[in-house]
């Protein structure tokens, strides 16, 4: 069963709208940690939230990783990872992160926990329960 990831995008630099365009890109430019280690647990297949930051603090679409266990080419020692990825389809309608934040059972959910975290985890309920919220 494929695992769970949310990805953070400012749409000025790279929307949604470029992924389609491009159909599939290298995430590349991760320096954290935590969401380096994120990264090397993705696996072909796994699904991934497209969240605009900065500008829009919103869930728009759901990507899905196409290539893993990559070295960031932007990385001149070769030590930071990054996947390819590419776009599956938008979401009925953008999830908000007010949304999220008021949503009871979203309550332990990284994208708020860890408000700074480029590449968070989300788990199966908190998958479910943002793609019934864009459904409504």
Not at 29 to 42: D, E, F, P, Q
Not at 62 to 68: H, L, N, P
């Amino acid at each position: 069963m494929p695992n769970h990831w949310l990805i953070k995008s400012e749409p000025f630099k790279y929307a949604w709208d470029d992924l389609v365009r491009d159909g599939e890109t290298v995430w590349d430019g991760v320096r954290n940690h935590r969401a380096a280690n994120n990264l090397r647990a993705m696996a072909v297949g796994d699904g991934l939230f497209w969240y605009h930051s900065n500008k829009g603090l919103e869930i728009v679409a759901i990507a899905e990783v196409s290539e893993a266990g990559l070295i960031d080419p932007t990385d001149p020692e070769g030590k930071w990872p990054t996947v390819k990825v590419k776009p599956v389809s938008k979401l009925a309608r953008p999830v908000t992160l007010k949304e999220i934040k008021a949503e009871p059972t979203l309550e332990g959910i990284e994208l708020v926990r860890l408000s700074r975290l480029s590449v968070a985890e989300i788990r199966p309920e908190e998958w479910d329960r943002i793609i019934a919220m864009s459904e409504r």
